[in-house]
C-alpha cells in the first residue's frame, strides 16, 4: 500500500485531512505531533511541521526517514506575487526556489552552494493538476507583508507566483532523500496590499 506524507504548516490547513483519516494512530517526534492513517487505500501520514525553513526541514526527514513515506505532499497557503491571482486560487509549484539565500558567486541568488539552483515537484504529479496555475514559488523565513520586500523578491525572480516560508526547505529535503514532492498552495494574502495581515490571518 503506497505511503503518502503530508506535510502542513499550521494545525488549520491539516483540520480537514486528519478528519477523513481511518484508524488514526499518534506518534510525537522531536516535538510534533504526525498522525498516520488509512484513506482511499493509502496510508498518510500527517504533520505540522511549524512555519519556517528547520521546523519544515526536520518534519520532512523524519517523514522520510521514520515513516518511510514514497511521497511528501505539501499543503497549505501562499501570498500571492503575481497580479494574475487573487485570493482562493491555486498555484502548483512546479518549480521552487529560496528567496533568501545568497552563497556568492558564482552561485545564482538562492541557490545553495553544491545543491541545484532550484528545486521542482515531480513533473508526473504535477501533470495530474493541469487545471491549476503552476510555475515558480520563493521561500525564506520571511513574512512578506510589505511591498519593498515584495518587489525586492520580485526583482530577484521575476516568474515568481507567490511566496512561502516553508516550500524550498521541504523540497530541498526531499531532493537530497530522493523522494518525490509535491507542492500544492493556497493564495491566502496578496503582499503590499492593504489590511495584507487581516487577509492572511482570516484565510
Given amino acids: ?6 506535510m502542513f504548516a499550521m494545525d488549520k490547513e491539516m483540520q480537514f485531512f486528519a478528519s477523513v483519516l481511518q ?3 499518534q506518534k510525537t517526534i522531536h516535538k510534533c ?12 501520514t ?26 511528501v505532499l505539501n499543503i497549505g497557503i501562499a501570498g500571492g506575487l503575481d497580479s494574475s491571482l487573487k485570493i482562493g486560487d491555486f498555484v502548483v509549484g512546479k518549480d521552487i526556489v529560496y528567496h533568501d539565500v545568497w552563497c556568492g558567486n558564482p ?6 552552494q553544491g545543491l541545484p539552483e532550484m528545486y521542482h515537484s515531480d513533473s508526473v504529479l504535477v501533470s495530474h493538476l493541469k487545471q491549476y496555475k503552476q510555475g515558480l514559488l520563493c521561500s525564506g523565513d520571511f513574512f512578506v507583508e510589505k511591498a519593498e520586500k515584495l518587489q525586492e523578491i520580485k526583482a ?10 516553508e516550500s524550498a526547505s521541504i ?14 498552495r493556497q493564495i491566502s494574502d496578496v503582499p503590499g496590499a492593504k489590511n495584507h495581515a487581516e487577509q492572511y490571518f482570516l484565510g
Avoid at 504526525?34 to 496510508?43: C, M, P, Q
Avoid at 516568474?159 to 516560508?165: C, F, I, N
Wanted: include cysteine; glycine fraction near 6%.
Fill in 1 to 6: 500500500m503506497k505511503h503518502i506524507g503530508l
Fill in 107 to 112: 552561485h545564482k541568488y538562492g541557490q545553495v
Fill in 156 to 165: 530577484n525572480f521575476p516568474a515568481a507566483l507567490a511566496v512561502d516560508m
Fill in 46 to 71: 500527517a504533520v505540522v511541521s511549524g512555519m519556517g525553513k528547520v521546523n519544515s526541514a526536520l518534519c520532512t526527514a523524519d517523514l522520510i526517514n521514520v515513516f518511510k513515506v514514497d511521497t
Fill in 33 to 44: 505531533t504526525f498522525y498516520t492513517g488509512v484513506a482511499d487505500n493509502k496510508i498518510i
Fill in 171 to 184: 523540497a530541498q529535503t526531499c531532493y537530497l532523500y530522493d523522494v518525490p514532492l509535491l507542492v500544492l
Fill in 23 to 25: 484508524d488514526l494512530q
